[in-house]
């Protein structure tokens, strides 16, 4: 369960999308973010947002090194990994068995390429961010949105 409150986490997801509607959605699988432009994946906003609007430089680059650190990046910052797992676990709602396992195992590695799914753009991406922030703000839970 998210020790962050769900206000917290709403407020991190509305700034997550306006990151997105200014820089772009990233689909590129070979870093969180555009190594040319500003386009950020779904984790790489989310963090920014949690991180007061920082995003360090090492996001964009496209080596396993910098994936792996920027992954430890958001693991220990607890309002972006409980932003994450909460977002996750809201879209992954009706996931079961293997999928749901891989879900609940890497939701950072889920988000980043729930964009590759088919039907999914950047303005479905920011309207789900906003939508579950909404019924967080509302609810204080995101199970009331599904």
């Not at 879900?103 to 939508?131: F, H, M, N, S, Y």
């Amino acid at each position: 369960m998210p020790e962050t409150p769900p206000t917290e986490q709403a407020i991190t997801l509305r700034w997550a999308a306006v990151y997105i509607d200014l820089y772009g959605l990233y689909t590129g699988d070979e870093a969180f973010a555009a190594s040319t432009g500003n386009a950020l994946d779904v984790p790489a906003a989310i963090y920014q947002a949690a991180n007061d609007g920082v995003l360090p430089s090492e996001f964009a680059l496209p080596s396993i090194e910098a994936i792996e650190r920027c992954k430890s990046r958001i693991i220990t910052n607890p309002v972006a990994m409980d932003t994450i797992r909460t977002l996750s676990a809201h879209l992954n709602s009706d996931a079961v068995g293997a999928a749901a396992a891989a879900i609940e195992a890497d939701p950072i590695d889920a988000l980043a390429a729930w964009p590759d799914q088919p039907g999914v753009t950047q303005e479905v991406v920011t309207t789900a961010l906003r939508a579950l922030a909404q019924t967080l703000t509302d609810t204080g839970s995101p199970s009331a949105a599904a």
